[in-house]
Structure formats: C-alpha cells, structure tokens
C-alpha cells in the first residue's frame, strides 16, 4: 500500500479513535472562490465590530501561507448536541456553550493526533486549528467532502444536521484526498431565513454578522445592544441556536458522547434573576472554563437588559 494511502488511514482510524465524529481531507491550496466571497462578505460591512475578520486575508484564503510548505488539510467534526435542555424559566444560551470550552477540549485532541502523526509516521510538520486562526473552517469541511453550507450559513451533513464544532490541522504530509462535497441539500426549504428575528439571513448562505443575535451577544462589544433589537432578543443571553433548531436536518442529530461537554448546571437551571443577581466573582469562578467566559460578566449583564427591554 503506498505511503500516501497507509498514512491517510491511519490518521482517519485515529482521529475516530480520539472521539471526533467525522474526518475529511482536502489538498492545501488557495480557496479562490471563497477568496472573492469573503471579499465581498467584507466589503457589505456583513462582519460588523469583528475587524478580525479584514485581518490576514492573504493567509485566510491558502492554508500554504499560514503553514509553509502544507500539503493537505485534515478536517475533523465533533458533535455537541446536548442530552439535556435548560429549564424554560433559564435565559437562552446556545448549545455549544452548555459544557467546557470546545477549545480546550478539540485542541487537546488535535495534539494527540498531531503527536500520533509524529509517532507513527516519522517527522511531521503540522498546526491545529480551533477558531484560533484565519482558516475558513467550513470551506476546508466542504472540500474534505463532509458537508455542505446551508442557506443559514452552517455546515450540514446528512447524518448528524449542523451541531458540530469544525476544527482543521494543516500539515505537509501527502495524503490522499476526499472529494468535495459537490450536492446541495437544503432545496427548497427556507425555515432559517424565516425564522431569524433580526432577519440576519440576507440571502441563502449569506449572513450579515452584524444583525445576528449570536454576534449581538457576544461579539459586540458596545456597552449597549442597539435599543431596536430588545424586541427581537427573543430570551438569547447568549448566542442562538433558532436557525439550528429549525432545520429539518438537525432532526438527524445525536446526544454527544464528550464528558467535557456535560452541561454546567448554572447554565441549565438559573433563572434571568438569578443570572441578574450574580456577582462577577461567582460568574468567573463557575464559568472559567466555560465559552461563557468571552463574552465576560458585564457582557452577560448587557444583554440581560436587552432581554429585558431596558
């Protein structure tokens, strides 16, 4: 079996192994169509406060000038669809924030992959990337033939819908890669679109970051969220997950099985009042380590007012 073939199995047997729910791979080279997309995206101010995103475009769209000398891009998917639900009096938090961190979580494992990599198949140069980096993690899904982009923005696959966190380790091993995911299966659904209350959702996979309640949350980071949005908050203190929740393709979608994940129980059971009443030492000791963090106690009180209507 050529070296490019036994290799490519064994890090696909691995990444399984280490708990990610799906592996991809795609060639390295430059993202030319997304290049001209993202560009655009930019140029309609879709990405709003997040200047990050104008930052390293060169090195966003070829995965080459991030790791020189990079032959292929691994692309891995964890679930995180929780077992368990907030109590209806509980503020709205997004899903993927229920448990630990996913960074600590996904980087960890991509360490043990990366090290495996080294153990096995001999000096490999390679960097894991978790929302860490300009990588356009849904593209390199695409390409790696995991999934396509729904009109909502999300990666979809088939079988487990759109909770999956999407994590990428480029490296300048040759590997034998998947072939794109070439098929759109959204038709003519439009339950997303519909169903945004800030409508964010400009036009199938195009959304203006600016409008969407996930970034309103916890991206801005103005003092205030603008007082015409309140009305539309909908109960998200942070993130949001309607989108998600409405797609007839997340019927698909499975309890994760990633300890690090069990949901903290503040998130689950506090109610707006008791999140009010929280004093920013108790938030940062029970939310160390939780995606909570990044938005920070005066963010989480912020959006408590919008929730509010104040």
Not at 80 to 96: G, L, V
Request: net charge neutral; charged share 25%.
């Amino acid at each position: 079996m050529p070296s490019a073939e036994k290799n490519t199995a064994l890090i696909k047997k691995e990444a399984k192994r280490l708990g990610f729910d799906a592996v991809g791979i795609a060639l390295a080279r430059q993202l030319d169509e997304d290049a001209v997309r993202l560009e655009q995206w930019l140029k309609k101010g879709y990405h709003g406060g997040m200047q990050y995103m104008e930052r390293y475009f060169d090195l966003r769209t070829d995965p080459r000038k991030l790791v020189p000398g990079a032959k292929s891009v691994i692309t891995v998917l964890l679930n995180y669809f929780p077992s368990e639900s907030q109590q209806p009096e509980a503020p709205k938090i997004a899903k993927y924030a229920y448990g630990t961190d996913y960074h600590f979580v996904i980087r960890d494992k991509l360490n043990q992959l990366l090290d495996f990599m080294r153990e096995q198949i001999g000096e490999v140069d390679g960097r894991g990337f978790v929302d860490s980096a300009p990588v356009l993690e849904r593209s390199w899904a695409v390409n790696s033939g995991l999934g396509w982009v729904g009109k909502n923005g999300n990666l979809l696959t088939r079988d487990s819908g759109s909770f999956l966190f999407i994590a990428t380790l480029i490296t300048d091993l040759d590997l034998v890669p998947d072939s794109a995911f070439a098929t759109d299966h959204c038709g003519t659904c439009t339950r997303c679109i519909d169903a945004c209350p800030t409508q964010a959702i400009v036009s199938p996979t195009e959304v203006d970051g600016s409008k969407c309640i996930s970034y309103l949350t916890i991206e801005l980071k103005d003092a205030l969220i603008p007082g015409e949005l309140h009305s539309k908050m909908d109960g998200w203190m942070f993130g949001c997950d309607i989108c998600q929740d409405v797609c007839p393709w997340n019927r698909f979608s499975k309890h994760n099985q990633e300890p690090m994940f069990t949901p903290i129980s503040e998130v689950l059971n506090l109610s707006l009042r008791e999140w009010e009443a929280m004093s920013e030492e108790m938030f940062n000791k029970t939310f160390k380590n939780s995606p909570l963090k990044r938005t920070k106690w005066k963010g989480i009180q912020r959006n408590i007012k919008a929730i509010k209507g104040i």
